[in-house]
Every structure is written in structure tokens, then in C-alpha cells.
């Protein structure tokens, strides 16, 4: 059969994660829900020749419809063949949580789908995630599967604390249900309150001596990272000056990032710094120009500045510039 992710001209994550180990980089998957992110990530990361994954979340899928997405990914994929760029492109599931949710993307032209059963008993984890793999695998798509729980936000599911990957379970983990990568938890967590500073206390470093047990014990095996925003402080500041209220919020910082991706860390997601320069921006447009109300006058600004956070990215934190 052929795979229905064809038609949409995007590919699995086999190849790219191939090369991103070799050549000691992340590609990056990010989150998009509207317009104007898909743009500026296709636009981002085309000039900076980069891989990139299109990460469609279960409420992106229910805020933007399935099908008018299916389309999207379309475009996006023409719209850079258009700009002469040969750069491959995944359209992935992110921590979807049931077997008829993969299923239903895998229909829809996903390439890629991550089944999240990491908030499981480990053996209904494995149950279910190997269920996953068997039916994705028949057409030709890819399979992130997680071990670990992430502290914040699980899509639905609230981690007070982190639950560290256990190395001494990835073998069997990943032996027993064939996924094609693993998501870990090291010390990152979703959203824009990734760790709650008190005045004059810095970041605590990720645990690296996880990553690197799990490396020992997987050789060679694409690893992912969630919730790897750093929450960068600028747009932080300018949410804040612009009548927004986020207040002490911290993410990864760019350096830990930047070494992991030179380890078995092949996918490194972002969303929330995306979510936040957009806001920042939109907010200092309207709030300078009052009596503006085309949302291309705000809307347009914001995409701009998100291309630009991209391209920066790809370049100085993920590695992944110029690898096509
Ligand atoms: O990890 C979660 C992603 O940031 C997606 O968030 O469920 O609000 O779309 P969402
Ligand atoms: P952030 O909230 O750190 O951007 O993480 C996004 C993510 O992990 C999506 O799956
Ligand atoms: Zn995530």
C-alpha cells in the first residue's frame, strides 16, 4: 500500500534522524496551529536549510480542523519546493493519546506520530505503544514512543514532579515495542514555568548523566527532548511591558540545549517560544498603533520576528543550519 503521507510530500523521520546523529544535531520540531507560525516555520527553515518537523498537537488538531491542516502541511511542503528548497519535511503527531488518534493521523498523511503513554503502568505503556507501532510501521510512518514523565502540563495529564527515564528500562522499552525514537525526561517540562527561580538562583543544569546512561544502553538510538523552550527573556520582558502578565518565567537554557543536541538527541520541540514572541509582538503592535485593526498589521510583524527566532535556533542552539 502506499503510504497516504505521499500525497502530502512530507517523510519520515528515519533519514534526517540518521543524519542529525551522524553529524551531532536536533532537528527541530515545532508546533504550529495557525497561518502564520506554519510560515514562518517553513519560511525560518528554508533559509536556514534546515530539516524541521511540523508538530500538530491533539488541540491543534481540534483548534484548526483536520482536514483544513491536511491542507495546510500541503502547502507548506509546495510553498518551499517553490522557494527551490529541498529540505525534508515531517508532518508529526505530538503526544497523541490514544491508538485511533494515531490511526486517524496516519490516514490523514501524518508521517510521523508519537504515542504518549508515558503517564501509564510501564507494561500498559508498552501495550499500547507497541499497538501504535505495528500499524503505523504498515504504512511506512514513524513512531515516538516516552518513558519518563515530564513535570507541568501533559497534554491533559498534570506531573507535579518530573519523573525521571529510568536507563534501566529503555532497552527493553524500545526492543519490545519497535518505536523509532524515545522521549525522555531529564529535567525539561512543558510550557513557560519550567523551573521556579527565588531571586538570585540560576537554572539547574538537565541531567546529563541520564542522558548519557541512556545513551550507553541505546547506541545509535534517535532520543527526543519535550518541553525545550528557553523561554527567552526578551519577549518575556515585552509581554510584560506591554500589559501582559508572565511573571518568573524560566526555560532551558540555550548552551544545555546546544550540548544535548550534539549527543543521541536527534528532535528537540519547541512550542511555547513560539506562542510567546507572537503574543509579545501582537501585544506591542496594538498597543503603539490603537487604532489599527487589520490583523495583517499585527499578524504580519509577529510572523516576521518568528522567522528570525527560528533561523536562530536552527543555527546557534539546535545545530541543524546548513545540513541541506
Ligand atoms: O506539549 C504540548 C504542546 O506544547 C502542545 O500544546 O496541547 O496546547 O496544543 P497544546
Ligand atoms: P515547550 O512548552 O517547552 O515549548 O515544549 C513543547 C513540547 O514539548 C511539545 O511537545
Ligand atoms: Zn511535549
Redesign the pocket.
Known amino acids: 500500500m502506499k503510504p497516504p503521507y505521499q500525497e502530502i510530500g512530507v517523510v519520515n523521520t528515519r533519514e534526517a534522524f540518521k543524519r542529525a546523529m551522524e553529524g551531532g544535531y536536533a532537528i527541530p520540531a515545532y508546533?504550529f496551529?495557525n497561518l502564520e507560525q506554519l510560515q514562518a516555520i517553513i519560511i525560518g527553515c528554508v533559509e536556514s536549510k534546515s530539516a524541521v518537523i511540523l508538530?500538530v498537537?491533539?488541540?491543534?488538531r481540534e483548534?484548526a480542523n483536520q482536514t483544513l491542516l491536511r491542507y495546510m502541511a500541503m502547502g507548506a511542503v509546495k510553498m518551499a519546493r517553490e522557494m527551490g528548497s529541498n529540505i525534508p519535511i515531517t508532518l508529526h503527531l505530538?503526544?497523541g493519546d490514544s491508538f485511533e488518534l494515531c490511526k486517524s493521523c496516519v490516514e490523514f498523511g501524518f508521517s510521523s506520530v508519537m504515542i504518549d503513554g508515558s503517564h501509564l503502568p510501564y507494561e500498559e505503556n508498552i501495550k499500547l505503544t507497541k499497538r501504535v507501532v505495528e500499524y503505523a510501521h504498515q504504512c511506512d510512518v514513524s513512531v515516538e514512543g516516552e518513558l519518563g514523565v515530564l513535570a507541568g502540563?501533559?497534554?491533559h495529564v498534570v506531573a507535579e514532579k518530573s519523573n525521571y527515564t529510568d536507563p534501566g528500562q529503555v532497552q527493553d522499552f524500545v526492543g519490545r515495542t519497535g518505536v523509532d525514537s524515545l522521549a525522555i525526561s531529564i529535567g525539561t517540562s512543558?510550557?513557560a514555568y519550567k523551573f521556579k527561580l527565588k531571586p538570585g538562583e540560576t537554572v539547574p543544569p538537565l541531567r546529563f548523566d541520564i542522558l548519557k546512561e541512556i545513551e550507553k544502553r541505546l547506541p545509535g538510538f534517535p532520543i527526543v527532548l519535550?518541553?525545550a523552550s528557553s523561554v527567552l527573556q526578551k519577549y518575556v520582558a515585552m509581554i510584560n511591558e506591554y500589559g501582559g502578565r508572565i511573571e518568573g518565567a524560566a526555560g532551558v537554557p540555550e548552551e544545555q540545549l546546544r550540548e544535548a543536541a550534539k549527543s543521541a538527541v536527534c528532535k528537540i520541540?519547541i512550542?511555547?517560544d513560539g506562542r510567546m514572541v507572537v503574543t509579545a509582538i501582537v501585544r506591542k503592535v496594538l498597543m503603539e498603533n490603537p487604532k489599527e485593526f487589520d490583523p495583517r498589521k499585527y499578524l504580519g510583524p509577529a510572523r516576521k520576528e518568528l522567522i528570525e527566532v527560528i533561523k536562530h535556533k536552527n543555527a546557534d542552539v539546535l545545530g541543524s543550519a546548513n545540513r541541506y
Do not use: L
Open positions: 508546533n496551529n508538530q498537537s491533539k488541540g491543534a483548534y505530538d503526544h502540563i501533559e497534554e512543558h510550557g519535550h518541553g520541540n512550542d511555547t
